[in-house]
């Protein structure tokens, strides 16, 4: 976790999909409530730049979603990474069978 932490600290070039947006309130909107969500999701607005997904964000998706019978949420997420040529940092195992991207597993 602290090689995570320092990582994401000194990565000058953070980026994350407005879908991890959803996904992180979602989970923790079920977890631990409202607050903690608006909470979570605005520091991650704080620290990172958000990508919207855009029409050729949602055609990679398609391709990759089709292609690995991935998750939609997961496979926008390897979209973007993609389509930016960003190394996609995860601890999902739909990851790690996704040849086109660059992954860093946490």
């Known amino acids: 976790m ?14 994350v999909s407005s879908i991890v947006i959803h ?3 979602r989970f923790t909107m079920e977890k631990d409530g409202k607050e903690q969500a608006e909470l979570r999701t605005r520091l991650l607005e704080k620290e990172f730049k958000v990508v919207d997904v855009d029409v050729q964000i949602a055609k990679i998706s398609a391709k ?24 996609c940092v995860t601890d999902d195992e739909h990851f790690s069978q996704i040849q086109e ?4 597993w946490i």
């Open 2 to 15: 602290a090689k995570t932490i320092n990582m994401l600290r000194t990565d000058k070039n953070k980026v």
């Open 101 to 104: 991207v660059k992954t860093r």
């Open 23 to 25: 996904e992180v309130y």
């Open 64 to 87: 990759l979603r089709h292609k690995y019978r991935i998750p939609m949420a997961d496979s926008i997420i390897a979209a973007t990474a993609k389509n930016l040529n960003l190394v």
